[in-house]
Each structure stands twice: as structure tokens, then as C-alpha cells.
């Protein structure tokens, strides 16, 4: 039902994956969609999901949807018996090769690509769905975006680098020491970072340090959450808690109950 793709090298360091959801469900399928610092065109290639919160944004065939910086988990119901949803997810800074736009704007923004004419128009999107395959739209997308890098818009290297030592240190890394490596004065790091990445450097550390935790809980048995919870940086565990069940809508306890994922995206039903 689920699949991923691997970008082109050329874009590699922008795009973090291609991914396609297809098939069937039952109406009424809830999924939870957890923040993890990317931000995501979506093209409706048929039957499409509408969410289920305050947003209401429905998701019409033969068009592109573009989902935001999300600091906080999103809701999907679906309103059909069959999806198919194309998808391409930028990395932390990737859209910022193909925009002058500051991404801060976008925050938890979830709308019609044509709505902010960022990057896709409903006459590309509706091309799009008319191609025979998935493997083609990927490659008709492909060719697009590489044409669209040699408008040469340049990405903060120094931004690019503070994303790396927040990941590598998987959240930890104190913000000061942030500033002073990659050095900038703090209002200008902190600027800098939301326009290239849409989250300020606290939002993304959370998110980071987040998605840590829990990918541990979905692929290791790790039963003392009071322990992951310290290992993973946080204070006790009911800041823990607190932290999960605002980026994920339930307790870290709820993972250790899901099957083990194999091929799934970091979404859970």
C-alpha cells in the first residue's frame, strides 16, 4: 500500500524521498500523521483523504497540496474506499534550493499547492495524473526540479550544517552551543534558521529529538520508559509524555503495542 523511492543524486540533498500511497480502506480510516521537520507536496492522483481537524482542507483529484513545517501531529480520515496520493518530501532546508520564499510563513500550514505557488501549478498537477504510471510522475517531477536548481538559488550552508549537528546529536545539542559553531549572533541564527527550515531552532531540536525517541519504540523493545525517557533528553518522564502527546496524539506507551514497521511510513492507523 505503501511505498518509497529514492531521489536522483543531484537531488538527494534536498529531497529525502518520493513516496506513493495507494490502495484500499475503509471509510472512516483515521491516520495519524507525526512531525518529523520535512515539508511534503501532495498530488492526488485519485480518491484522496480529508482531515478530520480545525484545518478541513479537502483534498481534490487531480491536484498538488502542499503540507508545511508541522509542529504538532495531523489528522486524516478517509472519505473513500480507494487512495492514491503521491508524495515528495523535502528535507529540513531542502525546499529552500527552490524558493526565495521564507518557510516560516508556512508553519503548520496545510493548502492548495496553486493557493502559494511555490513550486507546482494545477496545469502541472493535472498533467501529472494523466501519465500511466507512478515510476513516469516521479521522473516527469524529477526533471522539473532539476531544471529548477539551475536558477542557482543557494541554500545557507550554515544552516544546513546547524540541521546536521541537530540531528546528529539527536536533539541535545544546547542551542548556545549551536550558535557558536556554526557563528552567528543569535538573532540571525534563529532567523535564518525558521526561513530555511520553517521552525525555530528549539521547534526542530523537539521535533528531532522526537522522532528519536519514538523510532526507538517502534523498532526495539525498550519496556522502562522512564529510562528512554532520560536517555532521550527529556526531564522525567511526564515531560515525556507531555512532549508525545502533543507531536504524536497518544501516550509513548500506544507504540510499544504496534506491530514492528517493515514498510510502512512513519504513520500509524
Given amino acids: 500500500m505503501y511505498q518509497e523511492f529514492t531521489p536522483t543524486i543531484n537531488l538527494a540533498p534536498f529531497i529525502d524521498k518520493f513516496w506513493v500511497f495507494k490502495g484500499y480502506a475503509e471509510i472512516g480510516t483515521r491516520f495519524k500523521i507525526l512531525a518529523d521537520g520535512c515539508t511534503d507536496?501532495?498530488?492526488?492522483?485519485?480518491?484522496?483523504?480529508?482531515?478530520?481537524?480545525?484545518?478541513?482542507?479537502?483534498?481534490?483529484?487531480?491536484?498538488?497540496?502542499?503540507?508545511?513545517?508541522?509542529?504538532?501531529y495531523s489528522n486524516l480520515t478517509t472519505t473513500t474506499n480507494t487512495l492514491h496520493m503521491l508524495g515528495v518530501r523535502f528535507r529540513p532546508c531542502g525546499l529552500a534550493a527552490f524558493t526565495n520564499e521564507p518557510l516560516g510563513q508556512f508553519a503548520d500550514l496545510r493548502i492548495q499547492s496553486s493557493d502559494i505557488n511555490l513550486l507546482f501549478d494545477n496545469i502541472f498537477s493535472e498533467m501529472l495524473c494523466e501519465q500511466p504510471d507512478d515510476s513516469y510522475r516521479i521522473q516527469i517531477i524529477e526533471a522539473y526540479l532539476t531544471h529548477r536548481l539551475n536558477r542557482q538559488i543557494l541554500v545557507d550552508k550554515q544552516i544546513i550544517y546547524a540541521?546536521?549537528?541537530?540531528?546528529?546529536?539527536?536533539?541535545?545539542?544546547?542551542?548556545?552551543?549551536?550558535?557558536?559553531?556554526?557563528?552567528?549572533?543569535?538573532?540571525?541564527?534563529?532567523?535564518?534558521?525558521?526561513?530555511?527550515?520553517?521552525?525555530?531552532?528549539?521547534?526542530?531540536?523537539?521535533?528531532?529529538?522526537?522522532?528519536?525517541?519514538?523510532?526507538?519504540?517502534?523498532?526495539?523493545?525498550?519496556?522502562?520508559?522512564?529510562?528512554?525517557?532520560?536517555?532521550?533528553?527529556?526531564?522525567?518522564?511526564?515531560?515525556?509524555?507531555?512532549?508525545?502527546?502533543?507531536?504524536?496524539?497518544?501516550?509513548?506507551?500506544?507504540?510499544?503495542?504496534?506491530?514492528?514497521?517493515?514498510?510502512?511510513?512513519l504513520t500509524y492507523i
Fill in 163 to 265: 540541521t546536521s549537528l541537530i540531528k546528529q546529536s539527536h536533539g541535545h545539542l544546547p542551542i548556545q552551543k549551536l550558535i557558536d559553531k556554526v557563528c552567528l549572533c543569535q538573532r540571525q541564527f534563529e532567523r535564518k534558521f525558521k526561513d530555511s527550515t520553517g521552525y525555530t531552532p528549539k521547534e526542530f531540536s523537539r521535533i528531532i529529538k522526537f522522532q528519536h525517541a519514538i523510532g526507538i519504540l517502534r523498532n526495539t523493545t525498550y519496556p522502562d520508559l522512564e529510562t528512554l525517557a532520560l536517555d532521550c533528553g527529556y526531564y522525567d518522564h511526564s515531560h515525556f509524555i507531555k512532549e508525545f502527546k502533543r507531536l504524536a496524539g497518544n501516550v509513548p506507551s500506544y507504540f510499544l503495542s504496534l506491530p514492528k514497521p517493515s514498510d510502512e511510513p
Fill in 41 to 72: 507536496f501532495i498530488f492526488s492522483i485519485g480518491n484522496m483523504t480529508i482531515p478530520a481537524d480545525e484545518h478541513q482542507m479537502i483534498m481534490q483529484p487531480y491536484r498538488s497540496f502542499f503540507v508545511g513545517p508541522m509542529r504538532v
